[in-house]
């Protein structure tokens, strides 16, 4: 029998060879393009630049604060950071955007406050509030649980004659879910303006996608639901922004959902609770990845395009770092909870035996005997 | 105006009205289109409101409830049908995760109102896994609300108010009834409130509480010990089982001073203990006998050949009201 990874390699490798969901890439790894860019403008590719290097830098940060003890335990999503934002950059304010616990670059990218990041891995629910005149909702921690509210906000978007698509964000490991199933069969028979933008960055925790499923590739899955499916190198800014781009317009033209995989990977811990040498060898798949860094080979087309200068980037390192240090000030000092506000938002309306236990806790939490 | 309609007539004319009322209501669920549901209780609706509003989905119950919640987070108001209540078990980590939570998670951003209707309980002799009555679980749930009505005239406006409720409601509909009589409903909207019990039959020696089929089944043995031993029962129907109506039933207890509760779900952990809780903190003192539940025994629930005897019979709630009021 053959090794778990030399028997992926080799469907691959047989994937290939029968065209089957090839990766497309557009900016290859050393900053040269594999194809035309024309439908990008410039602008947007400098935006998706400064955006990718503040998440980095945030990212980073957060787990430095999570080491110091100051946030909780925090989800890393560095290596991904093309696919989030690139993304995320494809989108239009009425879309809604169902995200999990790792992409917070995307979600900044669409105007959640670096500082309300940090405050939901503080434990703070004020952190996930969507910022107005967005659709984001809270992350969902169950796995794959989200992807069917794409499907029915999408369901709701036509029902209203908007002008809208829904997206949700998901790993490799959320395919294995029959939520995951259920939403790409449903999108399917009703044909809905939804995009399943699936991260597959890998690892599961300590799963890889070898152990995950025997399918060659998470984009193959659309077959069985006659839908699009798109497999895209991740780590590609500009081949994830026209994949998703393509994939929003042929949502809002009446043919229906597009599952995109999003080839990257997670350079560091599933979380900062994890230890991820117990699975694989970190320093050598680390190392391999460097070479495709997202955030290396765009700042390398920017500058053969003119777009970028050594000046540009030692103002942008200085305003990054600004900006993450304001965000760190910021979620530091925001005030204690009031404690009671636990009781808050259960329903429309309290119920008497909530009313009663919020009582019982005013007049109990100072230690105030009968 | 008012005609006299079954459990099931009731609850299709509540949908279809509120499907008139509001262009945001929005039915989904297994064969509840073209068939009109396995008891018809969306009989017509396909017809009337176009496949856009009232849909016939895979057979997939989790995607039921998971697009739900992002139609409601999208300004729909769906009804999600689940088959039978058994086959909700796939879609519990939509509800316990995602339903209950939603408006609490978001801080009141998203509420997610929906009405979550579901045949439920024993009585028809279905297959296996078509007879539980696991409303605890629902009760156990911050979050949701949980109805059981008992009758067509309550269905019809516990419904109504269920899909006007700014929260998810879970709408358990006692299989049993569906067919089994008619009453007066009336014409036209009108609403049940949620969270008020209904006294169903006046009585000063104990009181009972019990709901869905159970009601029916109780109020016969009321009849039947008022007119053979003279014990008057005060029966009340608690209608909404999360939150419940606590003035309804201490109130009703500090009258009598014994009480009896009667479900079918298992005894353990079933809500006839968060009753009787209830009663120990507020009603204690009145008590002249200690409160008895009389339910479903604690097995699966049987298959149908030893259903009748599973569910609390006349002569087992009669026995418990017995035993309570000469204690």
Known sequence: MLAEHDRAERLMEIAKAEGLYEEIHLLKEDGTLAGPVDDIPPEVMVAMYRHMVFSRAFDRKAIALQRQGRIGTYAPFEGQEAAQVASAMALAPEDFVFPSYRDHAATMVLGQSPAHVLLYWSGRVEGIRSPEGRHILPPSVPIATHVLHAVGAAWASRHRKENAVSIAYFGDGATSEGDFHEALNFAGVFHLPVIFFCQNNGYAISVPFSRQSASRTIAQRAIAYDIVGVRVDGNDAFAVYRAVKEARSRALHGLGPTLIEAVTFRMGAHTTADDPTRYRDQKAVVEDWRKRDPIVRLRLYLESQKLWSEADEAKLQDEVKRRVEAAVEEALAIAPPDMEMMFDHVYAEEPWHLAAEREEYRRTREGVSV | ?327
């Open chain 2, 1 to 327: 105006m008012s005609r006299m309609l079954n459990l099931v007539q009731a609850i299709n004319e509540a949908l279809d009205l509120k499907l008139a009322d509001d262009p945001r209501v929005v039915l989904l669920g297994e064969d509840i289109g073209k068939n009109g549901g396995v008891f018809r209780a969306t009989d017509g609706l396909l017809e009337k409101y176009g496949e856009e509003r009232v849909i016939d989905t895979p057979l997939a119950e989790s995607a039921i409830i998971g697009t739900s919640i992002g139609m409601a987070v999208n300004g729909l108001i769906p009804v999600p049908e689940i088959q039978f209540l058994a086959f909700i078990f796939p879609a519990l980590d939509q509800l316990f995760s995602h339903v209950a939570r939603m408006r609490y998670r978001s801080q009141g951003q998203f509420p997610v109102p929906m009405t979550i209707r579901t045949p439920y309980g024993a009585g028809i002799h279905g297959p296996e896994l078509h007879a539980e009555s696991v409303e605890s679980f629902f009760a156990h749930t911050p979050g949701l609300k949980v109805v059981v009505p008992s009758g067509p005239y309550d269905a019809k406006g516990l419904l109504i108010s269920a899909i006007e409720d700014p929260d998810p409601v879970v709408f358990l509909e006692p299989t049993k009834l569906y067919r089994a009589f008619r009453e007066e409903v009336s014409e036209g909207l009108y609403r049940v409130p949620i969270g008020k019990a209904k006294r169903v039959r006046e009585g000063e020696d104990v009181s009972v509480f019990a709901w869905g089929s159970m009601l029916r089944t109780a109020l016969k043995v009321a009849e039947s010990l008022e007119r053979e031993r003279g014990f008057a029962c005060d029966v009340i129907d608690l209608r909404t089982l999360y939150p419940l109506d606590r003035d309804a039933i201490v109130e009703s207890v500090q009258k009598t001073g014994r009480a009896v509760v009667v479900h079918e779900a298992h005894k353990t952990a079933g809500l006839g203990a968060e009753i009787v809780s209830l009663i120990n903190e507020e009603a204690l003192l009145y008590l002249r006998a200690p409160v008895k539940r009389i339910a479903g025994f604690d097995v699966p629930v049987p298959f149908f050949a030893l259903e009748d005897e599973y569910m609390p019979t006349e002569a087992r709630i009669r026995a418990g009201i017995e035993e309570t009021i000469t204690f």
